[in-house]
Every structure is written in C-alpha cells, then in structure tokens.
C-alpha cells in the first residue's frame, strides 16, 4: 500500500533528516528570499545538477529590480 505524501510533507521529512547548520542556512535563505522552502530546495537542487538553471542569484536579482522600481 502507498502512502500519499503532500510535497509539503516530504519537504519536511527531508528537512527533518539534514543536519542543523544546512536546516539553519536553508531557512535563512528561504527568508531573504522570501520564498517558500520548497521553493530554496528545488533552486538548491537544480543548481547543482544545472548549471543554467534558475539560481538564488537570480532571485536576488529580480528581488534588487523590483525594489529599485518602487
């Protein structure tokens, strides 16, 4: 039998099993993003398999952007 398992539960059953100091930077990221910590892990790890793919610098980015037009 399979267990459904919402993304956001699997987000926290990860999260969970990673070392604080990661949990901690992982966090501190998704704030200064301010984006959803699925959404940090998914940049994390597409990153490391991507080179090209959508980055957290190019969050901080589009983040500058936006403030400047303000």
């Known amino acids: 039998m399979l267990l459904a398992i919402t ?4 987000i ?10 990661i ?8 704030g200064k993003l ?3 910590l699925k959404a940090t892990i998914e940049m994390a790890i597409s ?5 090209e793919a959508f980055s957290f610098e190019d ?6 952007i936006k403030t400047q037009d303000k």
Do not use: H, I
């Open 12 to 21: 926290n059953l990860l999260v969970n099993e990673l070392p604080n100091y």
């Open 59 to 64: 969050c901080l980015l589009a983040q500058r």
């Open 47 to 51: 990153s490391f398999l991507d080179e």
């Open 23 to 30: 949990k901690a930077a992982l966090l501190k990221k998704s």
């Open 7 to 10: 993304s956001e539960k699997a």
């Open 34 to 36: 301010e984006c959803s």
